[in-house]
């Protein structure tokens, strides 16, 4: 039986995404209600990672074939990605005439295998590589309780996003910062939103107040977290970026309300049909829409 409540869950992600990456184009005279936006629309990729884990536990947490597993997920992510950075690569390369700039030497297997292609394909290879420790956590799951597990990794997570800000925010060279792709593409920095889908898929709980008091405390300390450490002139892009402990709070808190949502949306057949085929290419959104969104901003210029 299909989760309608997956759907918009999924519908919602990919809106966020585009949105996010749509007003970095956007000629802003508010830098102020920029931020806002920005940090608003940060929800998006850790929401995705959780639909991921919640996804797989519902499909595989009693019985895993491996081998059935693998191939049919990336059977899914492969062909379309593989498409994706191919034309992204030619176009920047022989159309746009980027390539030095965007890509800056990077080997070609680099552009494939990290997703370097493109700001945004960092995701498929650092989803196939939580697809790969997927039977581990279950195994974990089965010999830890829930809750404990989904602390340590929590924990872990922090310190990571921790040890990522005293490098990034404390140096006084941008060039030498860590760049953002290079903190997406490895699975350490998602991990937690990961787990914490398998987590709520097998709770019945519902998280309506806890929820909204994450987003609404996570959101406001990102904003001012993101906005303080633009003053001081650190990169907009490392100011801004999803691995910070504000944004951990704040997507917790959407994840949580998506969870609750879930349990309680009804929709008409009709609709439930329409959302399953919107949700079905939300993947192909995801990857396709940053070419259209550059074709778009030339000509418009």
């Not at 039986?1 to 990919?14: E, P, Q, S």
């Not at 191919?86 to 005439?97: E, P, S």
């Not at 999803?242 to 997507?251: G, K, M, V, W, Y």
Request: with cysteine; proline share 3%.
């Amino acid at each position: 039986m299909r989760n309608v409540g997956l759907d918009v869950l999924k519908i919602l992600a990919v809106v966020a995404v585009v949105l996010l990456h749509a007003i970095w184009v956007w000629p802003w005279a508010d830098k102020i209600s920029f931020v806002v936006l920005d940090q608003f629309l940060r929800f998006c990729v850790p929401l995705f990672v959780a639909i991921s884990g919640y996804g797989l536990m519902i499909g595989y947490g009693r019985k895993l074939d491996l081998l059935g597993f693998l191939r049919k997920r990336l059977g899914r992510l492969l062909p379309w990605y593989l498409i994706v950075a191919t034309t992204t690569i030619l176009l920047v390369t022989f159309v746009w005439k980027e390539a030095e700039a965007l890509y800056r030497g990077a080997s070609v297997w680099k552009l494939y295998l990290l997703g370097q292609a493109d700001y945004h394909l960092y995701f498929v290879p650092m989803i196939i590589q939580l697809y790969l420790l997927f039977p581990v956590f279950l195994f974990l799951f089965k010999k830890i309780p829930p809750k404990i597990l989904v602390l340590l990794v929590l924990i872990g997570q922090i310190w990571w996003y921790g040890y990522i800000g005293s490098r990034v925010e404390n140096s006084t060279d941008n060039n030498s910062l860590w760049p953002d792709q290079m903190q997406y593409r490895y699975f350490i920095s998602w991990v937690y939103y990961f787990v914490l889908g398998m987590f709520l898929a097998g709770s019945k709980k519902t998280y309506w107040g806890m929820g909204f008091v994450l987003c609404i405390v996570g959101l406001g300390l990102s904003i001012i977290n993101s906005t303080a450490l633009l003053t001081t002139g650190v990169n907009v892009v490392t100011a801004l970026r999803f691995t910070r402990i504000s944004i951990l709070i704040f997507s917790t808190g959407v994840i949580f309300l998506g969870k609750a949502l879930m349990e309680k949306l009804t929709v008409s057949p009709v609709g439930e049909k329409l959302l399953a085929k919107l949700a079905n290419y939300s993947y192909l959104i995801y990857l396709w829409h940053p070419i259209a969104l550059r074709v778009i901003s030339r000509l418009a210029g």
